[in-house]
């Protein structure tokens, strides 16, 4: 993480989300170790949808649906199409958009993302990223097109715990060294775009926002 871990602990117990429905959600990720979206995540992600009020949604990174269920939340008149490439996370995911009665406006495609958006002639308001690190750039590149102008394009994990601006991350072997370097030419990337305006959030492991002009 990024963030002092006493900042981050004291801003996660203020990030408890009123709906107790998810509670069950967070344990069953906790207790299978699924990766989902952290707290302090979770709201700002909650907070630009109801800002934003996107009907047209697309996901990258589905797992169990946490991420959708929060944004259908946020804002009930989205349509979202969310992109996993594993059959099992599919399973729980559509099981869980049905139990929240979502199923109706959320729709689960099993595919390879970049495949996804190869493919795609949709055009979206709102596109959150929370899949492969080391594809970042190529699932931006292939998003720009599909988005709406005044869409935004949300990423979580940008900054790798911090190795991003890690010099020895960056020159010497290291396990994670291919990721952080590709993290770190999308950021460069991203924040030079004439035709978005980004910011980086350095909260948890770090978000990336870019509103298209």
């Known amino acids: 993480m990024i963030v002092q871990k006493e900042i981050e602990e004291y801003i996660r117990t203020l990030s408890k989300f009123k709906d107790k429905s998810l509670e069950g959600l967070e344990t069953y990720?906790?207790?299978?170790?699924?990766?989902?979206?952290e707290p302090e995540?979770?709201?700002?992600?909650?907070?630009?949808?109801?800002?934003?009020?996107?009907?047209?949604?697309?996901?990258?990174?589905?797992?169990?649906?946490?991420?959708?269920?929060?944004?259908?939340?946020?804002?009930?008149?989205?349509?979202?199409?969310?992109?996993?490439?594993?059959?099992e996370m599919v399973k729980i995911a559509n099981k869980n958009i049905i139990d929240f009665g979502f199923d109706d406006s959320v729709e689960v495609i099993e595919s390879d993302a970049?495949?996804?958006?190869?493919?795609?002639?949709?055009?979206?308001?709102?596109?959150?990223?929370?899949?492969?690190?080391?594809?970042?750039?190529?699932?931006?590149?292939a998003s720009e097109k599909l988005l709406n102008p005044k869409g935004i394009i949300l990423c979580d994990n940008v900054l790798f715990?911090?190795?991003?601006?890690?010099?020895?991350?960056?020159?010497?072997?290291?396990?994670n060294m291919t990721i952080v370097r590709r993290l770190n030419s999308f950021l460069e990337y991203i924040t030079k775009l004439k035709?978005?305006?980004?910011?980086?959030?350095?909260?948890?492991?770090?978000?990336s926002i870019s509103y298209k002009i």
């Open 114 to 141: 970049l495949d996804y958006l190869n493919k795609c002639e949709e055009k979206f308001d709102f596109i959150f990223i929370d899949a492969a690190k080391g594809q970042y750039m190529r699932y931006f590149k």
């Open 41 to 87: 995540v979770a709201k700002f992600l909650q907070m630009i949808v109801r800002l934003k009020k996107p009907i047209k949604v697309l996901e990258l990174g589905t797992a169990i649906g946490y991420s959708s269920i929060i944004i259908k939340l946020a804002n009930r008149n989205s349509e979202i199409v969310s992109i996993e490439k594993n059959p």
């Open 29 to 37: 990720a906790k207790n299978n170790h699924v990766p989902i979206i």
């Open 195 to 207: 035709d978005f305006e980004t910011s980086i959030i350095p909260i948890d492991d770090g978000m």
């Open 161 to 175: 715990k911090g190795l991003v601006c890690d010099e020895e991350a960056l020159t010497k072997r290291h396990r």
